[in-house]
């Protein structure tokens, strides 16, 4: 489940639902492989690594602080609020960034990274148990 995109000085943001274990090392590669994809993501020297925040649930105060904080004039956030059973991800993404890289396709490009990062995990855990 996702809202309606939400514009605010410059950034737009979508709430992504998501299940439990996303896991921050999962969810960071799978930004990772958008910012290998997307040059528009790199432009800036920013790197997968410090555009994704994980808040631990119920510190709803500090999340939303942190979505109005978009500093540093970084291209994307990924805000995961995790809420143990279940959360969400704010995504947050600079206007100019959008124009070339739209939801559409931004978010497509995501859930295809996450699904690819949990496929490769499931490999390498039963190649060890072999």
């Known amino acids: 489940m996702s809202t309606r995109p ?4 410059g950034y737009e943001s979508m ?3 998501v299940r439990a274990g996303v896991g ?8 990772r492989s958008l910012f290998v994809r997307h040059e528009v993501l790199r432009a800036d020297g920013f790197t997968a690594e410090s555009c994704v925040h994980r808040v631990s649930l119920p510190s709803c105060l500090v999340a939303l602080a942190a ?3 978009v500093s540093g ?11 143990g059973a279940s959360g969400r991800i704010v995504l947050t ?7 070339r890289l739209p939801w559409h396709v931004l978010l497509p490009g995501l859930v295809s990274a996450w699904s690819a990062s949990t496929h490769l995990r499931a490999r390498r ?6």
């Not at 921050?24 to 930004?31: P, Q, W, Y």
């Not at 993404?93 to 124009?99: G, I």
């Open 67 to 69: 979505v109005e904080d």
């Open 24 to 31: 921050e090392r999962r969810l960071v590669a799978a930004v």
């Open 93 to 99: 993404v600079r206007l100019d960034v959008l124009a």
């Open 73 to 83: 004039d970084v291209p994307l956030r990924v805000l995961w609020l995790d809420g």
């Open 6 to 9: 939400v514009a605010t000085a």
């Open 125 to 130: 855990a039963s190649a060890q148990v072999s």
């Open 15 to 17: 709430t992504v639902q």
